[in-house]
């Protein structure tokens, strides 16, 4: 390991970040830290059990009791479920699947290429804020964004001569924190305002909140936090982090030129016909796209979903395997015309080399699927969610002071249930009735909970992705983990959080719709 950053230990807010990272890099490895919280959550589930406590299902209505782990039916669960756990835990095929495109596109040089001939000649600001904006608007593709976008940013970084750790943090700040927002709708707006639309039938049935409903302050959302994120990353992380020595072949990272003493890339000579193989995989891939576009058009396409619709269809659902194969296509395009690819056997060996590098990665994601699942299993973060809400929902809060109210009991809530959905599934019947009754429109109800959930998905201990970016970040740095990352990704969750919340008060105080036909209080 020859990392040897050079990190600047001045200023209050300095010292802070070196403290959470010295402190949480002082916990277990992460392996044995996700073993522990899963020995965690058997007590509590044991003890919390005891009392008998029970929970309201928000889809059945039905009370449910908290179940124990460490009982004959958690012990049956443990030991039938430990293998589903880790083989359906989401995001190892999506890594798994991802890399062996990425994979293959970095080692035949396209990547490499690709960056050198465009990114490298951009002013350094604009490539921060295209990365960030590429995250931020990378929802689109659901999960997906998490596995593609924050590697590539780091790769990026790296051939600019800045530290890798910054561009992996940007990217990953900008997909997590910044989930919600988006200049298109997207599934996550489609699935959300079905939620509210079935928590307002409580009060009223005739009211319905339409995937567009946070339209007009998600888009301009994108452009805020963008313009954050750039000046976290470039006015924080980045100096933070100084100037990164490593050498990231031996950390088993991307196999991009070292930085030059002055900070620009020192290139390494470049294939004579590496602008012939570009120009080749871009035909390539427009090709591709065209059939992909070709086959969504026709309103009876398979590929639509019902009564045509693209939110919520088999082309979203599938946009794992079409970004494997374009990645697949474009690469072997380029490759071949380089010379980097000169057999079929070249593919599949290639691949595996990928694959290789993410041992590590699978040791750590079968710890992190048992203590996740067994979370969900015992039904403890539902229960903490809802009794959480029931005691804000007491306090009979309303109105803009206690949709802000409403929004930071979320952000405690969201550290306790990563998934969005099933969190917003869980307030939504309490607070959505509660605020109709004040005369206030579930659509901002909706917008408040968006803010804060999204801006905490990249410090939630129990999201998935938190293992997958120690993964990540263990390429440049192998002494990274849960500290590192937390010391990185808490100045743009903050930053996120706070500018995003003042915008939508200040939204509302200046009644512009939040959506097409919106407004903060519902009709008369």
């Known amino acids: 390991m020859a990392v040897k950053a050079k990190k600047r230990a001045d200023g209050v807010l300095a010292r802070l970040l070196g403290g959470i990272e010295r402190a949480g890099n002082r916990l277990p490895h992460p392996f044995m830290l996700f073993i522990y919280l899963a020995l965690f959550i058997a007590v509590v589930s ?8 029970t929970v309201a299902d928000p889809e059945t209505g039905e009370q449910v009791a908290v179940r124990s782990l460490l009982s004959g039916e958690g012990l049956v669960h443990v030991l039938t479920s430990m293998l589903p756990n880790f083989v359906e835990f989401p995001p190892l095929g999506l890594v798994l699947t991802m890399m062996l495109g990425i994979g293959l596109a970095q080692r035949v040089g396209l990547l490499e290429t690709l960056i050198k001939r ?10 921060t804020a295209a990365i960030i904006l590429t995250g931020i608007c990378g929802n689109l593709a659901s999960d997906a964004a998490f596995i593609v976008i924050p590697p590539l940013a780091a790769v990026v970084f790296l051939q600019l001569g800045r530290h890798p750790l ?3 943090a940007a990217g990953f700040a900008a997909v997590g924190s910044g ?8 599934g996550t707006d489609a699935l959300l305002s079905g939620i509210s639309t079935e928590a307002a039938g409580i009060v009223d049935d005739s009211v319905t909140v339409s995937p567009l409903a946070n339209y007009f302050f998600m888009a301009f959302s994108v452009v805020l936090l963008t313009s954050v994120g750039v000046f976290v990353t470039h006015r924080i992380v980045e100096p933070r982090l100084g100037a990164y020595e490593g050498t990231p072949d031996e950390d088993g990272g991307a196999d991009p030129a070292q930085p030059a003493e002055d900070g620009a890339t020192e290139a390494v000579e470049e294939n004579p016909k590496a602008g012939r193989g570009l120009r080749n995989a871009g035909l390539v891939a427009l090709a591709y796209i065209a059939v992909v576009v070709a086959a969504v058009l026709p309103s009876g396409s398979p590929l639509r979903g019902e009564n045509g619709a693209i ?3 088999p082309l979203l659902e599938g946009v794992i395997p079409i970004l494997l194969l374009l990645f697949v296509a474009v690469a072997v395009a380029y490759g071949t015309t380089v010379g980097a690819i000169r057999n079929t056997g070249d593919v599949p060996r290639m691949m595996a080399e990928a694959v290789r590098d993410l041992s590590g990665f699978l040791v750590l994601m079968f710890a992190a699927a048992q203590a996740i699942a067994w979370f969900d299993w015992t039904r403890l973060g539902l229960w903490v969610a809802v009794n959480g809400a029931v005691l804000l929902e007491g306090l009979g809060i309303g109105g803009l002071v206690g949709l802000v109210a409403f929004s930071l009991l979320t952000v405690v809530l969201s550290m306790l249930i990563a998934s969005g959905s099933a969190l917003w599934a869980v307030e939504a019947p309490a607070f959505v009735p509660m605020f109709m009754l004040n005369g206030i429109n579930p659509a901002y109800v909706q917008a408040a909970y968006r803010i804060a959930d999204s801006s905490t998905n990249s410090i939630v201990p129990l999201s998935p992705y938190i293992a997958v970016m120690i993964g990540f970040m263990q390429k440049y740095d192998k002494k990274a983990g849960l500290g590192t990352l ?3 990704m808490v100045p743009y969750t903050v930053t996120f959080y706070v500018s995003w919340l003042l915008l939508f008060i ?3 105080l200046l009644g512009i719709p939040i959506g097409p036909g919106e407004s903060l209080h519902l009709p008369e």
């Open 46 to 53: 044991w003890l919390v059990s005891l009392t008998g406590a």
């Open 118 to 127: 465009t990114i490298l000649k951009a002013p350094r600001k604009v490539t």
């Open 166 to 168: 910054a561009g992996l």
């Open 179 to 186: 989930f919600s927002a988006n200049f298109m709708i997207a």
């Open 311 to 313: 939110l919520e269809s």
């Open 486 to 488: 937390f010391a990185l």
């Open 506 to 508: 200040v939204w509302t």
